[in-house]
């Protein structure tokens, strides 16, 4: 089984940077897609971007496009979320996703994820 536990959170300015990590441990045979989640207070979790661990493959949300990029170590077994030009919208507990054997639209879109980490807080504030 996976598991997945995000790490990176933290208070930034707008305009601010952060990396966000997460850490896949455990052993399959399936392919796994990996996908990152947010949460604003009193909002719905949206899907925020994606990425297919078998071909490399990426989404992103129209809100983060252009700002962040998800990447994967696969020797750490690791994908990260760099945000740039972070935006008092963005504020949310981002959480990351693993579901072997799905598209990045469906994990995304649908919320089709068995796994999911604890989630870390981003706050964007002046």
């Not at 207070?41 to 925020?48: C, F, L, Q």
């Not at 994606?50 to 170590?73: E, F, H, L, P, Q």
């Amino acid at each position: 089984e996976v598991q997945v536990v995000e790490s990176g959170g933290g208070s930034v300015q707008p305009g601010g940077s952060l990396r966000l990590s997460c850490a896949a441990s455990g052993f399959t045979f399936d392919d796994y897609t990996i996908g990152w989640f947010r949460q604003a207070p009193g909002k719905e979790r949206e899907g925020v971007s994606c990425v297919s661990m078998s071909d490399g493959n990426t989404i992103y949300a129209d809100s983060v496009k252009g700002r962040y990029t998800i990447s994967s170590d696969n020797a750490k077994n690791t994908v990260y979320l760099q945000m740039n030009s972070l935006k008092p919208e963005d504020t949310a507990v981002y959480y990351c996703a693993a579901e072997p054997g799905v598209h990045c639209s469906l994990l995304l879109l649908r919320h089709w994820v068995s796994t999911w980490g604890q989630g870390t807080r981003v706050t964007v504030s002046s």
